[in-house]
């Protein structure tokens, strides 16, 4: 086990706000407040054509709480509580819910929402809640960001709820687990309501795992759509919590702005952001990143717990994201980032994602994979099967945090040996050592390890 803790301050990122409006959606219904009735337990049987199903003894969580419908907008808004019904509707109709363990739902303490947030953020939440009940309206934090009576209480909740199934599964009470939560929680800075998002729910987590379960280490890993300011903001000083987001950025002008590549964090490498140039990439760029980025860094890392951001908004359908991921594509990376510890502990949150049909579908996936469905066809893509912009991209990532992660390190050798053996037949590359697979450490400046006699 490595050694975990706080490395330097905690500061905030260079955020941008609303540089994309999300798209019209549906209107909101008005949710009831019944709870959800708790039922239990099993394993996974199903099969697919593009699925096995191995005997597995996965004790797979769900969490979820019919209350967190209650925060919703008068107007029409994405982040709504029919995501929800959804969700649910569609594990209930596959019988999925049965085959899981329904874990009760919890509001966050005020202990644990101080991990990830300032005294000064809650205040500003609970202001806006009471503007809201004095004006029997909902309230704007930002012009994207609503707040009615009961947001509060909801954004606790849906906190609460992700820790408890982490806490489960940290224990061994479960292998594993998706939190159906909303509202979702990755833009939330420390002391910043944006993006939908009020309390950020995987940094709390994050830092519950960290600082109260005695976790070593946790990779988060964020998928959706947009970058996670609010999480990389928070976990920024940290050297036990890495955070790993691929997100469409094109040079800062897609909503949040951040995520470059050279946003390393503080505890240096421990932010690793992939930020897509261009939108319209599919499963091809997002397997490429994952095994070129992702799995060699998470390997080296060791994490005894993952948490993933699971947002669905970079889906092809989704009416914000501008991608093109399939539903299948989002059961493959989840078993690829479950393949990396040997506990295979992951759990999942829920954040982004604004087309129902594709969210709904792409949880149901993502459960099926947790309950022990294997994929096939996760291999890395062909070079050619990959957009060239997605190929730079990766390519610069890799040589940014190849200072830090020796897999890395080691990869970028090995391309640019390859490289050079093509272009020139019978270049050699020089190390102090002369064994390119041993002395890794012997290389502080690639750019000058290498040595081509036939060009000079
Ligand atoms: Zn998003």
Known sequence: MGSGGLRGQKKKSDTKEDVQSPAPAAPSSKPTSEPVVLTAVGASDASSNETSTTASSSKTGIVFDERMKLHFAAKKHPERPER??????????????DKCILCK???????????????????TVSESVQKSIDREADVYFTNDTYCNKDSATVARMSAGCLIELTERVVRGELSNGFAIIRPPGHHAEREK?????????????????????????????????????????????????????VHRHEDKKFYPGTGSIDEVGSAKGFSVNVPWAEKGYGDAEYLWAFHKVLLPI?????????????????????????????????????????DTQREKKVVMALEGGYNTEVISKATLTCVKTLLGEEWKNDDCPLED????SARQTVKDVIWTQSQYWKNLKQQLVTDLRLQLELSHGSCVLLSNKGNMRSGQDQFPGLENSFACPSSG
């Open 298 to 338: 998470a390997r080296e890392f060791d994490p005894d717990l993952v948490i993933i951001s699971a947002g669905f908004d970079c889906a092809a359908g989704d009416p914000v994201g501008g991608m093109n991921v399939s539903v299948e594509c989002f059961g493959k990376l989840t078993q690829l980032v479950r």
């Open 385 to 388: 099967e990959v957009a060239p």
């Open 193 to 245: 309501v944006m993006g939908f998002c009020l309390y950020n729910n995987v940094a709390i987590a994050s830092l519950v795992a960290t600082e109260k379960l005695a976790v070593h280490r946790v990779l988060v890993v964020d998928w959706d759509v947009h970058h996670g300011n609010g999480t990389q903001q928070i976990l920024d000083a940290m050297n036990n919590v890495l955070y790993f987001s």
């Open 105 to 123: 739902s919890r509001s966050v303490t005020d202990n644990e929402l101080c991990l990830a947030h300032s005294n000064k953020h809650m205040e």
């Open 84 to 97: 929800l019904d959804a969700i649910i509707d569609l594990l209930r109709a596959e019988g999925i819910l």
